[in-house]
């Protein structure tokens, strides 16, 4: 089979969710816009004579969402939470940084079904009515009333590339070359692992890096010189213009990731300070109808039984000519008296 | 695909306007949490109603309407199929699988479906069912569009001993279609964990595909335990019989040993009823697992053997059964059903083994023995609605195994 690389590129991780940084800043402004329009058009149809609000710029969207996860980070114990579920996080968070959804939905409703969701896609199949149990004032229905809405927004790519597996078979190597002493190696690995749980689920990183990249960036945060080494004898016989290629797009992602060291993620008093105008502010420039998933969800499920009937199965049937629908008659009776 | 914009016009605000007024409006039952009342009573139907779609209901919606649903091809309890068309070029045809919600299971979204998705999603190769795309529709029901694979499924060719004829060479190909497609699982760590005849479905030109992977999962990590409860039980390998909480790859290539037998044989090798025939078959046809063949067995939690050992069986009794194959095919199927599964053969090493390159050579897919009529088709229905993991036995036991979502898998 093809390389390493060829395999990350048919990954959906790849297809759908590597962007350069002018095509996802792009994104989001039309995610914004599209926002405000069909908010601003709900608003006035309600209330003609009432001026609009002010409505949250991309930068600020992104903000808050930033902030919601930090503030989701900390829940990791109360679900013996690994690695996988914390990039898992990060990952069903996606949709959100995209679309800018948190104008027509509540971000903290969603949060929880980014993880009861992340949580069952793994593996993990924990029961719904214990996941809500474990946040306040929260019901397994609401948990679900955006399983959905996030499945869509994710374009029902559930599969995720971390870079853990990456840092434990660098952890394994460096102890094969034998070049370094054990401790400085441990040293290394806590370090990266700790900033791995936390920079690059608050960067996008993972939008402009693969695993391995964005692994490698953290290891140089946690001892250059480890890395100097790897590269060294990943790249021993390509030559040294490969080599940093690889070396340039390592530092790139570690400038990105230092940006956001794990130290910040105690560092509320600072966000917090940030964060509360702009919730003020979301408050008021919000989707009004939806806003309660639960109800929403209700509607959505109630819309269709009423529309059922009329299903344009016919029009849909016509395409494929009569004579197919005729036969599917009789076939269908046919499977019907032998089950 | 979601990496294009998508939407072509914006939502249009008049056509909202004309849908959402307060007119129908229902009582404000939004829940209040603490926030202040927005200016505008909350109104979730108008939402629904309305034209207007967010950015992620606009791409769905753009994935819904790039297919035509047609006729219904098979109907089960746990999906129905519909055979589709591409819209914009009605000569491609597709089939829809459309997920049930099933009312006991109240946890939102059926894991089936979402180790399904999870894994198809990733897996591109000819020899695995293509998942096109997947959408859901108002109902919320979740809906596949998979490959329309015509041609019905290696069972229908093994049973109908009447009117289907094959030789080795057909049986060569087919199996190494059958071992690439699980090599290419195992390569990108997917364990698909329910390999059996009818999970092999046919294309129109012959190639025999992979599906189902409701029950696929990723190789776990070092010390997290899996479900031993998974593949069909004529074809689990003896380490799940034994309650195995930690296994690797070598579950899928057991199963592949049992489909070549099978092949072969042209009925089950091995048909066990419950779990202990299955055990009791396994011992009689392949030999009783012993601390002597298979170090650390007799510690698995549900190890349990009669009194009675046979030795594992040598190569006369492989020959007296499947001698066809010749003594390189019969070298490969032994290598597939070693008990210990530590020992058993990868699918890697699989397809290195010198019965490929043996006479007869493999038959070209085009010349491929074939079901006529439209049996094929209906038989795909019936394959792709199907609850993962059951034994259809004749279709007398239709109660699907209850899988324990309650622990982890």
């Not at chain 1, 993972?206 to 004898?233: C, K, N, W």
Request: charge should be positive.
């Amino acid at each position: 089979m093809a390389t390493e690389d060829a395999r990350y590129r048919q990954s959906s991780q790849y297809r759908l969710w590597s962007f350069t940084t002018g095509h996802l800043a792009s994104l989001r402004n039309e995610c914004n816009s599209l926002a405000q329009k069909a908010i601003s058009a709900r608003l006035q149809s309600a209330s003609p004579n009432d001026a609009l609000p002010e409505f949250l710029t991309p930068a600020e969207e992104l903000s808050l969402v930033t902030h919601y996860t930090v503030e989701l980070l900390p829940r990791r114990c109360l679900h013996r939470a690994t690695d996988r579920d914390t990039r898992h996080r990060r990952h069903l968070l996606a949709p959100l940084l995209r679309h800018q959804q948190h104008y027509d939905l509540p971000p903290t409703e969603l949060l929880k079904t980014c993880l009861f969701f992340g949580c069952k896609a793994e593996g993990h199949y924990m029961r719904l009515s214990k996941f809500a149990d474990k946040f306040p004032n929260t019901t397994g229905e609401e948990v679900l009333a955006a399983e959905y809405v996030l499945s869509q927004g994710i374009r029902f790519a559930f599969d995720v590339r971390h870079p853990f597996r990456a840092l434990e078979g660098a952890i394994m190597e460096l102890r094969r070359l034998g070049d370094f002493e054990n401790k400085r190696i441990d040293r290394a690995h806590g370090k990266a692992r700790e900033i791995l749980k936390f920079s690059p689920l608050v960067t996008d990183a993972y939008f402009h890096y693969t695993p391995s990249q964005i692994m490698l960036a953290a290891l140089a945060m946690a001892d250059e010189g480890l890395v100097e080494r790897m590269l060294r004898e990943a790249f021993a016989a390509q030559g040294d213009a490969a080599k940093e290629k690889c070396g340039d797009l390592v530092q790139a992602c570690r400038a990105m990731l230092e940006k956001e060291p794990p130290e910040k993620m105690n560092d509320n008093e600072e966000r917090k300070s940030i964060i509360k105008p702009l919730n003020r502010k979301l408050k008021k420039c919000r989707d009004p109808d939806r806003v309660d998933l639960v109800a929403l969800q209700k509607a959505r499920r109630e819309q269709a039984m009423v529309k059922k009937p009329k299903v344009p199965v016919k029009e849909d049937g016509a395409v494929f000519g009569g004579s197919i629908a005729d036969g599917r008659e009789s076939k269908r009776r046919k499977t019907e008296t032998e089950e | 695909m979601a990496v294009s914009p998508l939407v072509d016009g914006l939502p249009n605000p008049a056509a909202r306007a004309v849908s959402s007024p307060l007119k129908n409006a229902a009582p404000a039952q939004a829940s209040s949490n603490g926030t202040p009342v927005p200016a505008v009573a909350p109104n979730a139907t108008a939402a629904v109603q309305s034209a207007a779609l967010d950015l992620s209901e606009q791409m769905n919606e753009d994935e819904k309407r790039k297919y035509i649903k047609g006729k219904k091809l098979g109907e089960g309890t746990y999906a129905n199929v519909y055979l589709g068309q591409v819209r914009n070029d009605p000569s491609q045809l597709v089939a829809i699988k459309k997920i049930k919600i099933n009312k006991e299971y109240t946890e939102g979204m059926s894991p089936d479906a979402v180790r399904e998705i999870k894994h198809l999603q990733e897996l591109d190769h000819p020899n695995i069912i293509k998942l096109h795309t997947v959408f859901s529709s108002k109902d919320q029901n979740l809906n596949l569009v998979l490959e329309f694979l015509p041609l019905g499924d290696l069972e229908i060719l093994i049973k109908d001993t009447a009117n289907v004829h094959y030789g080795v060479a057909d049986t060569k190909a087919w199996m190494g279609m059958l071992t690439r497609a699980v090599w290419f699982c195992h390569e990108n760590f997917v364990l698909h964990r329910d390999i059996k005849p009818n999970n092999l479905l046919i294309a129109a030109d012959g190639e025999v595909k992979l599906a189902d992977f409701g029950l696929a999962r990723s190789f776990s990590d070092p010390y997290r335990p899996m479900t031993s409860n998974v593949i069909t039980r004529w074809y689990r390998p003896p380490e799940l019989l034994f309650g195995a909480r930690h296994y690797s790859a070598a579950v899928d290539v057991w199963s592949v040993g049992l489909v070549f037998a099978e092949l072969v044989m042209r009925a089950p090798y091995l048909a066990g009823n419950t779990e202990l025939e299955q055990i009791e078959l396994i011992c009689k046809g392949v030999g009783t697992p012993t601390e002597e063949n298979w170090p650390g067995v007799t510690k698995l939690p549900e190890y349990t053997i009669s009194n009675q050992i046979t030795p594992v069986l040598g190569k006369d009794h492989y020959n007296a059964l499947f001698g066809t194959v010749g003594n390189e095919g019969v070298d490969l199927l032994m290598k597939t059903l070693i008990l210990d599964p530590r020992k058993r053969i990868t699918a890697r090493d699989m397809l290195k083994h010198p019965w490929w390159h043996k006479d007869p050579k493999p038959t070209r897919k085009k010349e491929l023995p074939r079901k006529s009529g439209g049996e094929g088709e209906e038989k795909v229905g019936a394959d792709l609605k199907r609850r993962p993991g059951v034994v259809d036995e004749d279709k007398t036991n239709k109660v699907a195994r209850k899988l324990d979502f309650g622990g982890p898998l």
